[in-house]
């Protein structure tokens, strides 16, 4: 669904009088629009206002790449694929009614977002429109506990499964998953698992009660959410328990869940450290160290992976190893004060700093390294193109760095045409996986600028295509005389 589509002759946004109140309102007042009308409107209606005219489209744009309380969305694309996702428009009859004549899928995701919703009505509209359904239907509406949907659903032949069961354990809707079992519905162990995780521990004893499997999933999810009276009501009534139990505490930094653990048998390994490490939990490390927990060097890789200084520090102070890991994933995600440190202190490096660093376009984190003795190789090239950072690859090309002929097929696999142009053009190798990778992308524009510019191919390039099932690529390129 494209809500960009708006009539040519729409309003410019000027303030004059044939413009709309809304418009007046958001040409005169516009922080008071934002604040009091933009902000009360759902992605729904936002996608109706898109369509009035070229100015309001403008304002729900700047709105989600500005403001918007849905994440960062970059770009007119990201902002038309929210505002076109089918659960926009299952508030209502009308809203579905005008959603589906503007092209927006009709197929399974229709009817399990009108059950996520809970609304019956839109969803019997539906079904009668033609989208089909599946086994989601019913999961959706089991997660958010409505029954009266689900009831339907079913009578009407909707198909469920277990995933319909543990649903409804992970919104800890009793009646639910009690009607649900009173109507055949089968279920496995991630029916304890949804609801140990979400903390339902009433749904857990009648599972239980009732002859629900568990495992030491059970055990493990509970204990990542923090629910120590689960895992302990768990433990108590024999749930087989492992080592990712303390795993699982470390990585959300419940140390009272991983104290009462190893206090009752509970096992641990490496992983106890390492999570705890990532995640910046340094009272859970000093505890679990100080209790026999065992670490190697991904303690100190996990910490400068997620940028923990003081965590990595400690570590070393207490004589945790480290790798060229340490290195590597500080450089890949743009840590550069870790890496600084790592390396004042005698962390160890090779090629795949720089190679990290380029592959996720940290050009700052790159140009230290290198200034400060990094060796690299192709892949820094390699690397920089497929993620489409062309600055990083020309910085590293204009400074030395080698590339081959994986330079333009990663940029061709990935879509990047203006990196490979780009490439070519500064002498880049290239052969016939270019053409290959472009098609097994589904990246016509760039394998046809291969070919027009002497990209070699053979039978890959077509079975490519095929494999990834973009038929108008293969059509092309049997078109234009690729081998087969």
Same mark, same amino acid.
């Not at 709105?63 to 428009?89: C, H, I, Q, Y």
């Not at 009668?128 to 409505?146: F, I, L, Q, S």
């Not at 009433?202 to 999810?221: F, I, S």
């Given at each position: 669904m494209n809500i960009g589509d708006v009539d040519d002759n729409a309003g410019d946004g000027s303030y004059s009088d044939d413009l709309s109140l809304l418009e007046r309102f958001d040409a005169k007042a516009r922080d008071v629009f934002h604040a009091h009308v933009l902000s009360r409107l759902d992605g729904g209606d936002l996608a109706m206002l898109a369509l009035v005219s070229r100015s309001m489209r403008a304002v729900v744009f700047?709105?989600?790449?500005?403001?918007?309380? /849905?994440?960062? $969305?970059?770009?007119? &694309?990201?902002?038309?694929?929210? %505002?076109?996702?089918?659960?926009?428009?299952?508030? *209502?009859? *009308?809203?579905?009614?005008?959603?589906?004549?503007?092209?927006?899928? @009709?197929?399974?995701?229709?009817?399990?977002? =009108?059950? +996520?919703?809970?609304? /019956?009505?839109?969803?019997? +509209?539906?079904?009668?429109?033609?989208?089909?359904?599946?086994?989601?239907?019913?999961?959706?509406?089991?997660?958010?506990?409505? %029954?009266?949907?689900?009831?339907?659903?079913?009578?009407?032949?909707?198909? +469920?499964?277990?995933?319909?069961? *543990?649903?409804? =354990?992970?919104?800890?809707?009793?009646?639910?998953?009690?009607?649900?079992?009173?109507?055949?519905?089968?279920?496995?162990?991630?029916?304890?698992?949804?609801?140990?995780?979400?903390?339902? /521990?009433?749904?857990?004893?009648? &599972?239980?009660?009732?002859?629900?499997?568990?495992?030491?999933?059970?055990?493990?999810?509970?204990?990542? !959410?923090?629910?120590?009276?689960?895992?302990? @009501?768990?433990?108590?009534?024999?749930?087989?328990?492992?080592?990712?139990?303390?795993?699982?505490?470390?990585?959300?930094?419940? $140390?009272?869940? %991983?104290? @009462?653990?190893?206090?009752?048998?509970?096992?641990?390994?490496?992983?106890?450290?390492?999570?705890? &490490?990532?995640?910046?939990? $340094?009272?859970? $490390?000093?505890?679990?160290?100080?209790?026999?927990?065992?670490?190697?060097?991904?303690?100190?890789?996990?910490?400068?992976?997620?940028?923990?200084?003081?965590? %990595?520090?400690?570590?070393?102070?207490?004589? !945790?190893?480290?790798?060229?890991?340490?290195c590597v994933y500080a450089a890949g995600e743009g840590h550069l004060e870790v890496l600084q440190w790592a390396r004042a202190n005698g962390a160890p490096w090779d090629e795949n700093t720089c190679v990290y660093a380029a592959g996720e376009g940290h050009l700052e984190v790159l140009q230290w390294a290198r200034a400060n003795g990094a060796p690299w190789n192709e892949w820094t090239c390699t690397s920089a193109a497929q993620r489409g950072y062309l600055e990083v690859l020309q910085w590293a090309r204009a400074n030395g760095a080698p590339w081959d002929k994986l330079t333009c097929a990663n940029a061709a696999g990935e879509g990047h045409l203006e990196v490979l142009q780009w490439a070519r053009a500064n002498g880049a190798p290239w052969d016939e996986w270019t053409c290959a990778r472009a098609a097994d992308g589904g990246h016509l524009e760039v394998l046809q600028w291969a070919r027009a510019n002497g990209a070699p191919w053979n039978k890959l390039t077509c079975a490519a295509a095929a494999g990834g099932g973009h038929l108008e690529v293969l059509q092309w390129a049997r078109a234009n005389g690729a081998p087969e």
């Open positions: 700047d709105r989600f790449v500005f403001n918007t309380p /849905l994440g960062d $969305l970059k770009g007119v &694309a990201a902002v038309r694929r929210e %505002l076109g996702r089918m659960s926009n428009f299952v508030g *209502s009859v *009308s809203r579905l009614a005008w959603a589906k004549e503007r092209g927006c899928p @009709w197929d399974a995701r229709t009817c399990a977002h =009108a059950a +996520w919703k809970g609304h /019956l009505e839109v969803l019997q +509209w539906a079904r009668a429109n033609g989208p089909p359904w599946d086994e989601w239907t019913c999961a959706y509406a089991a997660w958010k506990g409505h %029954l009266e949907v689900l009831q339907w659903a079913r009578a009407n032949g909707c198909p +469920w499964n277990a995933k319909t069961c *543990s649903s409804a =354990a992970f919104g800890g809707h009793l009646e639910v998953l009690k009607w649900m079992r009173a109507n055949g519905c089968p279920w496995d162990a991630w029916t304890c698992k949804d609801a140990a995780q979400n903390g339902h /521990l009433e749904v857990l004893h009648w &599972a239980r009660a009732n002859g629900a499997p568990w495992d030491a999933m059970t055990c493990r999810y509970a204990a990542l !959410c923090g629910h120590l009276e689960v895992l302990q @009501w768990a433990r108590a009534n024999g749930c087989p328990w492992d080592e990712n139990t303390c795993t699982y505490a470390a990585k959300h930094g419940h $140390l009272e869940v %991983l104290q @009462w653990a190893r206090a009752n048998g509970a096992p641990w390994d490496e992983n106890t450290c390492r999570k705890a &490490a990532k995640h910046g939990h $340094l009272e859970v $490390l000093q505890w679990a160290r100080a209790n026999g927990a065992p670490w190697d060097a991904r303690t100190c890789r996990t910490a400068a992976e997620g940028g923990h200084l003081e965590v %990595l520090q400690w570590a070393r102070a207490n004589g !945790c190893p480290w790798d060229e890991n340490t």
